[in-house]
C-alpha cells in the first residue's frame, strides 16, 4: 500500500513538469520559427542589395561620356558647300574632314595610314554633329577656327572610365599603345573632360555603343503604356462595377469571375500570340507599332484591374450605400456618387500597379515585333518602336563592353519608373484613403 501511495504521489509529481516540457518545447519552437523568418527576410534583402549594387556599379558609369576637345578649322569649302548656311548645305558637308584634319595638326608624327586610321578612332564616327552643331550655334565660326568638344568613341571612353586595362599586353586589348599615348596626351593638355551624356536619353539605338540611347524606347514604352491606358482603365472599372453592384449571382457570373482570376496567372507571351495572331494576322495592324504593343498590354491588365476595383468597392462600407438609399438615391446615383469616388483610390493603385506590371513585360511585345532595331524615336503609336525592357534585352545580347554599361543603366532607368509608379501607388492610396 505504500509502494502504490509512493508511486501515486511521484506520477502526480512529475504532471507539471511534462506541462513544463511541452510549453518550453512549444516556446523554443516558436523562437526557432522566428529566427528562420529573420534569416530569410535577411537573406532576401542581402540578395535584393546585392543586385541593386551589381547594377548600380556596373551602370553608374553610362550616364557619363567622355568627350575630347580639339580646335577645329571651319572651312567653308568642307562645311559649306552651297556658301549660304542652309541645312541642304551643311548636309553636304564634310565635317568629319574638318576632325580629321583637326587630329593631324594635333598629332603630326602620324604619318602612315594605319597611324591615322589609329588616329581617327579616337572620336566617334558621330562626332561630325558636334562640329556641325557648333556652326549652327555661332554662325560667325566659318572661316575661322574654335576648340569644339567631341564626342569620343566607346573604345577611348572605356579606356578614360578605366575599363579597359592598360596594362595588359596590346594583343589583349582593343586600344593600341599609340592610341593610349595620343590619349594620355590630350589627357595632360586638358582636353579631356567627361560630361553628362544626353544621348542616352534623347536618341534611340545605334550599332555604336556611344551612339546608343533610350530615347526610342522611353517615347515607345510611353505610347504603348498610354494605349494600354485607355483600352483597358475603362473596360477594366466598368466590368469591374458591373460584376460587383448590378450583375446577379448565378452560375454565368461564377464562370466570369473565374475566367477573370485565371486570366490573371496566364503568362504573358500567351497574349503576345493572341496579339500576332489577331491582331497583325487578322486584322493586319502595323507590326512593331505602339498601337498593338498597347492593345496586347491592356489584354494582360484587365484582370488586374478588376480584381483590384472589384475589392475596393467591396471595402466600401454597407452603411454609405443604406443611408443613400435612405435619402432616396436611386441604385445608380448610390454606385457613381457615394460609392465609386470612395473606392477611387483602391481602383488608382490597382490601374498604377497593372501599369507597372505591363511596362516590364518583354515577352508579349517580342511576339508582335517590337524587338526591332529601332533607330529614330517614335512620333506617334503607329510608327515603329521598341520598349524599355526590349531595348536592354537588345543591348545585353551585344559584345561590346560600352553596351554592358547601357544594359546595366537601362536596367537603372527602368528599375526607378517602376519603383516611381509603385511609391505614387502608395501615396495616392494613403493621401485619398477614408477610415470608418
Known amino acids: 500500500m505504500t509502494d502504490v501511495t509512493a508511486n501515486g504521489l511521484g506520477s502526480t509529481a512529475r504532471r507539471p513538469n511534462l506541462s513544463q516540457a511541452r510549453i518550453r518545447r512549444r516556446y523554443r519552437a516558436e523562437r526557432r520559427f522566428r529566427i528562420y523568418g529573420l534569416l530569410a527576410v535577411g537573406f532576401a534583402v542581402f540578395m535584393l542589395g546585392f ?20 580646335d577645329i578649322a571651319f572651312d567653308p569649302a568642307l562645311l559649306d558647300p552651297k556658301g549660304d548656311m542652309s541645312a541642304a548645305s551643311l548636309a553636304q558637308g564634310d565635317p568629319m574632314g574638318a576632325i580629321k584634319e583637326a587630329l593631324k595638326a594635333a598629332f ?11 588616329l581617327n578612332n579616337l572620336v566617334s564616327n558621330a562626332a561630325g554633329d558636334d562640329v556641325l552643331g557648333a556652326l549652327r550655334s555661332e554662325p560667325s565660326l566659318l572661316g575661322k577656327t574654335g576648340r569644339v568638344s567631341l564626342l569620343a568613341s566607346d573604345e577611348i571612353d572605356m579606356l578614360a572610365k578605366g575599363t579597359i586595362d592598360r596594362n595588359l599586353p596590346e594583343t589583349d586589348r582593343s586600344v593600341t599603345d599609340k592610341e593610349i599615348a595620343w590619349f594620355d596626351r590630350l589627357a595632360d593638355e586638358g582636353r579631356v573632360h567627361s560630361a553628362f551624356n544626353l544621348i542616352l536619353f534623347t536618341r534611340g539605338d545605334s550599332r555604336e555603343p556611344e551612339q546608343a540611347g533610350l530615347g526610342g524606347a522611353l517615347m515607345g514604352s510611353f ?16 466590368a469591374a462595377i458591373y460584376l460587383e453592384e448590378f ?16 486570366l490573371a496567372a496566364v503568362p504573358s507571351i500567351v497574349f503576345g500570340l493572341l496579339g500576332l495572331a489577331v491582331l497583325l494576322g487578322f486584322f493586319g495592324l502595323p507590326r512593331s507599332a505602339p498601337l498593338v504593343g498597347g492593345m496586347v498590354l491592356s489584354l494582360m491588365t484587365l484582370p488586374t484591374i478588376i480584381i483590384a476595383t472589384r475589392a475596393a468597392l467591396r471595402a466600401v462600407p454597407p452603411s454609405i450605400r443604406e443611408a443613400a438609399l435612405g435619402v432616396g438615391a436611386s441604385k445608380q446615383q448610390v454606385i457613381f456618387d457615394h460609392v465609386l469616388p470612395l473606392a477611387m483610390p483602391g ?10 506590371r505591363a511596362m516590364g513585360e518583354s515577352a508579349a511585345v517580342l511576339m508582335i515585333g517590337m524587338v526591332a532595331f529601332i533607330v529614330d524615336v517614335p512620333g ?7 520598349v524599355l525592357p526590349v531595348q536592354i534585352y537588345l543591348w545585353a545580347d551585344s559584345p561590346e563592353r560600352a553596351f554592358v554599361e547601357r544594359t546595366s543603366a537601362g536596367i537603372i532607368v527602368m528599375l526607378v519608373f517602376l519603383v516611381a509608379m509603385n511609391a ?3 501615396i495616392i492610396r494613403r493621401r485619398f484613403e477614408r477610415r470608418w
Do not use: C, H, W
Open 424 to 426: 505614387a501607388a502608395v
Open 247 to 262: 450583375a446577379a449571382r448565378n452560375r454565368l457570373t461564377d464562370l466570369i469571375e473565374i475566367n477573370i482570376n485565371n
Open 51 to 70: 543586385l541593386a549594387f551589381t547594377v548600380a556599379i556596373n551602370g553608374y558609369t553610362a550616364f557619363f561620356q567622355t568627350r575630347i576637345e580639339l
Open 380 to 386: 506617334s503609336v503607329t510608327d515603329p518602336a521598341t
Open 223 to 238: 505610347l504603348t503604356i498610354v494605349v494600354a491606358l485607355l483600352l483597358a482603365l475603362p473596360v477594366s472599372v466598368a
Open 108 to 118: 603630326p608624327e602620324a604619318q602612315d595610314r594605319a597611324d591615322r586610321k589609329a
Open 347 to 356: 481602383i488608382m493603385t490597382g490601374a498604377i500597379i497593372g501599369t507597372a
